[in-house]
């Protein structure tokens, strides 16, 4: 089974409203979660590392104050697009690593589409 | 820093035939190299992982890796190809931990009947 939810799956919009999206490890505790974007038939680029407690690093280019991150707990990571512009549509994805397995798990992704 | 190429965006096989999916990394420190496949509108599946043990990885869907530092690369073969197999699949590189994966631009593989 899914050892990382993420919610909801798919979201339409207005423009100018602002839409999150959460990603729940359930199995394993997540000191850092990844997101992670896709534009339609590209590849997945790495947005922002979400730190439990502290705040989240942003990649180069990506607005920290359009794309609030929250990491409250362990467990749960929560990215929110404010004000939200149709060319914020995309595929959004979260992943948690398991340190100790070496691996990352990720999120089923968020579809988020901005009229 | 960590990088990823993957040969072809798009690979078309026939049903039964051999997959051959090609990715050559880049990489400072000794890498973690993954397989990722993806549905349309779904979230991505690991398929194999290679984490400095055996350079031969078996992955799930009788998929396999084989991890060739003299190249530099990690391909995704599989001996015959099921129509089940279509999809886009990403070849990715971290240095392990909590760290990012660094993704490939993907490959398209269709399967023909």
């Known amino acids: 089974g899914a050892v990382v939810s993420q919610h909801p799956s798919r979201v339409i919009c207005k423009s100018g409203t602002s839409v999150k999206i959460e990603c729940r490890s359930l199995?394993?505790?997540?000191?850092?979660m990844f997101w992670y974007r896709q534009f339609p038939k590209q590849s997945l680029m790495l947005m922002a590392t979400?730190?439990?407690?502290?705040?989240?690093?942003?990649e180069q280019g990506v607005e920290k104050d359009k794309f609030l991150i929250n990491h409250a707990s362990l467990t749960l990571s929560t990215l929110t697009v404010t004000s939200a512009h149709p060319e914020d549509s995309s595929f959004y994805i979260c992943?948690?690593?398991?340190?100790?397995?070496?691996?990352?798990?990720f999120g089923a992704g968020t579809r988020l589409s901005v009229l | 820093a960590q990088s990823v190429t993957q040969l072809g965006s798009h690979v078309s096989v026939s049903e039964g035939a051999l997959v051959l999916l090609r990715c050559n990394y880049s990489?400072?420190?000794?890498?973690?190299l993954f397989w990722y496949v993806q549905y349309p509108n779904q979230g991505l599946q690991l398929l194999l992982k290679?984490?400095?043990?055996?350079?031969l990885v078996k992955g799930i869907n009788g998929f396999e890796a084989e991890f060739k530092k003299s190249e530099t690369s990690f391909h995704l073969t599989k001996p015959s190809a099921h129509m089940s197999d279509a999809a886009e699949y990403f070849c990715?590189?971290?240095?392990?931990?909590?760290?990012?994966?660094?993704f490939g631009k993907g490959t398209r593989l269709s399967v023909i009947a």
């Open positions: 992943s948690a690593p398991s340190e100790w397995r070496n691996i990352q798990y």
């Open positions: 199995d394993f505790q997540a000191t850092t």
């Open positions: 979400s730190n439990e407690g502290s705040k989240a690093t942003y």
């Open positions: 990489s400072s420190v000794p890498p973690y």
């Open positions: 290679y984490t400095s043990a055996a350079t």
């Open positions: 990715a590189v971290s240095v392990g931990g909590n760290t990012p994966l660094v």
